[in-house]
């Protein structure tokens, strides 16, 4: 059972537009949501995070929404550039252990 | 933090051939995993890796296929074994600090 389901699994954003990934997730224990992005040959890297005590958090041109009540979270990227090209992953964590990630969305910014 | 290392970083082997991937860490950690990424796709865990403990494998995986080794608190390998071109895929090594997960760049095996 797919612990977080993600949306789209791909997208196309002109440069000096907004992409927008979301994630759902049942568990009510999470209790950290982190995305992370991932350029081909490379492992996933942490890009931002969110505990679920806030709605927003934003760092630069990233920005997470976060909406306990209705256990789903998405990341805005503002201004996407084609060096934002890659797959971006949404995960939940249940103290900070053990993550489940959601299944993927390969970004692709055009020129 | 955490910077992690993987050895080999891509192979092509055999099928019936067996791989043991190493993974390095800058430093001391309790927890790390091993998962696989097909090519596009998402990353499904494999194992988890506590130093002092027996390997905790996720269904579908078993020890004798994927048998992994944690000598201390940086360094593990995993073993595929017995490889068919089903095993072909990214293997990735991880490790969590609480609430921050890092990866290793991967290795990329082809069983021909």
């Known amino acids: 059972q797919q612990q977080v389901k993600q949306s789209p699994q791909s997208l196309i954003v002109q440069k000096g537009g907004i992409s927008i990934i979301n994630c759902a997730y049942e568990?009510?224990?999470?209790?950290?949501f982190p995305w992370y992005q991932q350029f081909p040959g490379k492992g996933p890297a942490l890009l931002i995070a969110?505990?679920?005590?806030?709605s927003e958090k934003k760092e630069g041109r990233f920005t997470i929404s976060f909406n306990k009540s209705a256990k789903q979270f998405s990341l805005h990227i503002m201004d996407s550039q084609p060096g934002d090209s890659a797959t971006y992953f949404c995960?939940?964590?249940?103290?900070?252990?053990?993550?489940?990630f959601g299944t993927g969305t390969s970004l692709t910014v055009i020129p | 933090s955490a910077v992690i290392s993987q050895k080999p970083s891509r192979d092509i082997c055999q099928r019936g051939t067996s791989l043991t991937i190493q993974c390095q860490v800058d430093?001391?950690?309790?927890?790390m995993f091993w998962y696989r990424q097909q090519p596009g796709q998402s990353l499904t865990l494999i194992a988890t890796?506590?130093?002092?403990?027996?390997?905790?494998?996720e269904s579908g995986f078993v020890i004798d296929k994927f048998p992994i080794s944690r000598p201390n608190l940086t360094f593990s390998t995993l073993t595929v074994s017995n490889m068919s071109p089903e095993d072909s895929s990214i293997y990735l090594c991880?490790?969590?600090?609480?609430?921050?997960?890092?990866f290793g760049p991967g290795t990329r095996l082809t069983v021909t």
């Open positions: 890796a506590n130093q002092g403990s027996e390997a905790t494998y």
């Open positions: 430093s001391q950690v309790t927890m």
């Open positions: 995960a939940a964590s249940k103290s900070g252990n053990q993550f489940y």
């Open positions: 969110i505990r679920p005590d806030v």
């Open positions: 991880s490790v969590v600090i609480p609430y921050e997960q890092y």
């Open positions: 568990n009510t224990a999470f209790d950290y």
